[in-house]
């Protein structure tokens, strides 16, 4: 199928209404008089011919500029930098982006990596010194400026304005089924933990990439998926979901196409502060080497029941409190399961009935990465946010999941103060168990997504759909001849069918 067909089809094509569609909606809007009738159309019109101001692409930015400014609202208590009373914690409004502004040097005028190492890759690094800088130099003869506030309202707009550009990009992406973006706009996690740290930088960059590929554009959707690597390590694992379905689908020119400019790209934005400052620039992966397990994670989980059912001598450790204190097995230990997850992702793609959906792989693969990851902070959750609207756009187990990031928030503000003041705000298994239902929440979305892998006839934009939206060269392409002898090859116990004699 060409894109200039599958264009025309998402002009011309029907809205989706989860209110018809999603049962879990449908049942919810029995409470205000039950789904959207089939007299209410004006939201079925394609966006161009719409003679209403409010279309449903709209009221979709709209709210997610409401979230981001209530978002602004609730970290206010922690804007002016005078964090005193362990307020940054009473208030749940503590940020790195005001933080690191004294951290990194940059109230000093220090050049991220010139003159400081960086604990992120050189794209955040830039980033936070294009914006923290020029606040510096303003403030420098200005004491009544507060340059901490003005530093972080400073990368709040940015960073605000590339979640809206990310919804802007889930609405260009599926134009069909624009309510999928309100799943993002209205997300508890965006409203939590939008300028937590430069998430949104990478996802901004990464959504771009995205759209360039869905446009059948490789070349500049691995220039974007490179860039957004360079922020944040995590949208170059979408290359590895590129490059299978292309050798599925028999274009692998352009999978490779994407992987080489992504590449690219990758190294140059890091090689000027690779070459000039090396040790600063190696700071990021230092880190990432040497640190221990963090919170939240599966390996804290397992240090946790470490304790409980340890019943070895004084001074005896669990298996996870001694991957703790052997961080090289613990790293590699991480990658395994993380490499073994990509592997069967690649072979669920390459087996599975029908080629899966871009997103649908995308989102496994990071899923995988921080199930299994020794660092899971708080705002990694932006990460799964547009990779599960667009690989599974149902609000019931979407919910179930917010409702446990949510919790996980809390307990996690409540383990930063008890820890900042040594008195516990709660028993450390309740932190636990947030944590556990957080991880939960996040298999069973996982689950759910192989489900309609192995079950198209399940997936809700394949109903909307004929194929991928997000596939590019992909959308409509048949599978390489291979693949069909590859997946009914006879299994080793199987003997191989034998033709029936012919009369003579």
């Known amino acids: 199928m060409s894109t200039q067909s599958t264009a025309d089809m998402d002009d011309a094509g029907p809205g989706d209404h989860p209110s018809r569609s999603d049962g879990f909606v449908r049942g919810a809007s029995e409470l205000i008089g039950g789904p959207l009738g089939d007299h209410a159309v004006a939201l079925d019109r394609p966006a161009d011919r719409e003679s209403r101001f409010w279309t449903a692409a709209r009221i979709v930015l709209a709210?997610?500029?409401?979230?981001?400014?209530?978002?602004w609202v609730q970290k206010s208590p922690c804007q002016d930098g005078a964090w005193q009373n362990n307020i940054q914690y009473t208030r749940m409004c503590y940020t790195d982006v005001l933080a690191l502004y004294y951290a990194e040097g940059?109230?000093?005028?220090?050049?991220?990596?010139?003159?400081h190492p960086v604990e992120y890759p050189v794209l955040t690094g830039y980033f936070m010194g294009a914006l923290g800088l020029p606040v510096h130099a303003l403030g420098v003869d200005r004491p009544e400026i507060n340059q901490g506030q003005w530093a972080y309202n400073a990368n709040a707009l940015v960073l605000s304005a590339l979640a809206?550009?990310?919804?802007?990009?889930?609405?260009?992406?599926?134009?069909?089924?624009?309510?999928?973006?309100?799943?993002?706009?209205?997300?508890?996690?965006?409203?939590?933990?939008a300028t937590v740290n430069w998430d949104l930088l990478a996802i901004g960059l990464a959504a771009f990439g995205f759209l360039a590929w869905a446009r059948s554009r490789p070349a500049l959707a691995g220039v974007l998926l490179g860039l957004a690597g360079a922020a944040k390590m995590w949208p170059l694992f979408v290359l590895g979901p590129?490059?299978?379905?292309?050798?599925?689908?028999?274009?692998?020119?352009?999978?490779?196409?994407?992987?080489?400019?992504?590449?690219?790209?990758?190294?140059?934005?890091n090689l000027p502060a690779a070459v000039s400052?090396?040790?600063?620039?190696?700071?990021?992966?230092?880190?990432?080497?040497?640190?221990?397990?963090?919170?939240?994670?599966?390996?804290?989980?397992?240090?946790?029941?470490?304790?409980?059912?340890?019943?070895?001598?004084?001074?005896?450790?669990?298996?996870?409190?001694?991957?703790?204190?052997?961080?090289?097995?613990?790293?590699w230990l991480s990658y395994a399961l993380f490499g073994l997850a990509c592997l069967g992702v690649a072979v669920l793609a390459l087996r599975a009935p029908k080629r899966p959906r871009l997103a649908q792989l995308a989102f496994l693969v990071v899923a995988a990465f921080l199930i299994f990851s020794k660092v899971w902070s708080q705002q990694f959750v932006l990460w799964l946010l547009p990779l599960v609207v667009l690989a599974r756009p149902r609000w019931g187990a979407f919910i179930a999941w917010q409702v446990a990031e949510i919790g996980y928030f809390a307990a996690f503000y409540g383990e930063l103060l008890g820890s900042a003041t040594s008195r516990p705000v709660f028993p450390e298994g309740v932190f636990v168990l947030a944590a556990t239902l957080r991880l939960g929440t996040v298999v069973l979305l996982c689950v759910l997504v192989?489900?309609?892998?192995?079950?198209?006839?399940?997936?809700?934009?394949?109903?909307?759909?004929?194929?991928?939206?997000?596939?590019?060269?992909?959308?409509?392409?048949?599978?390489?001849?291979?693949?069909?002898?590859?997946?009914?090859?006879?299994?080793?116990?199987?003997?191989?069918?034998?033709?029936?004699?012919?009369?003579?």
């Open 63 to 71: 709210l997610a500029c409401l979230t981001l400014a209530l978002h």
């Open 106 to 115: 940059l109230n000093e005028g220090k050049v991220p990596y010139r003159d």
């Open 242 to 269: 590129i490059l299978v379905l292309a050798l599925r689908a028999n274009r692998l020119r352009a999978g490779l196409t994407a992987v080489g400019t992504a590449l690219v790209a990758l190294v140059a934005v």
């Open 450 to 504: 192989v489900k309609e892998i192995l079950h198209p006839e399940r997936d809700a934009v394949r109903d909307t759909y004929p194929d991928d939206p997000d596939g590019g060269v992909l959308d409509g392409a048949p599978d390489a001849p291979w693949v069909d002898r590859w997946r009914r090859r006879p299994a080793p116990s199987e003997p191989a069918a034998v033709p029936a004699p012919t009369a003579a």
């Open 164 to 193: 809206v550009a990310t919804v802007a990009v889930i609405l260009a992406l599926r134009r069909r089924r624009p309510w999928d973006a309100a799943l993002f706009a209205l997300a508890p996690a965006l409203f939590l933990t």
């Open 277 to 331: 400052y090396r040790d600063n620039w190696d700071r990021f992966f230092e880190l990432n080497t040497t640190r221990p397990i963090d919170w939240g994670t599966l390996w804290y989980i397992g240090r946790y029941l470490d304790g409980k059912v340890n019943t070895g001598g004084p001074g005896s450790m669990g298996p996870f409190e001694w991957l703790n204190a052997n961080i090289p097995t613990l790293n």
